[in-house]
């Protein structure tokens, strides 16, 4: 029972509780601002990465002789479906943060 009441007021007197919540809350912070980050890059590149998946579509048709075009059309719509979701969490989304969004000056 001692030993218990040790570890205890040990980790009162470190203040253990209140330093992991401080941490947990950094890293979600953290977590929220790279979401935000990646989501704003799939929005600036988002016709750019549907086009490159259709370029990938046709080369694998047209080296396959459009034998894999049903799996490779699937894979296609599943990376694009991706991106799209990706783009979804980028800024100006309805629950962004106003201060998750970032301009490149802010980086510097």
């Known amino acids: 029972m ?9 980790i009162e007197d470190l203040r253990l509780e209140e330093r992991l919540a401080k941490a947990g809350a950094a890293a979600t912070s953290f977590a ?30 047209r080296v396959t002789g459009g034998r894999a075009h049903d ?11 991706g991106v799209d979701l990706v783009a979804e969490q980028g800024p100006g989304r309805p629950d962004a943060d106003p201060g998750d969004a970032t301009t490149d000056e802010d980086e510097r």
Do not use: I, N, Y
């Open 2 to 10: 001692s030993d218990q009441k040790d570890a205890k007021s040990a």
């Open 32 to 61: 929220q601002s790279a979401v935000t980050k990646a989501g704003g890059f799939a929005q600036d590149h988002r016709e750019t990465a549907h086009e490159w998946l259709g370029r990938a579509e046709g080369e694998v048709d």
């Open 71 to 81: 799996a490779v059309a699937k894979v296609r719509s599943g990376l694009a479906a």
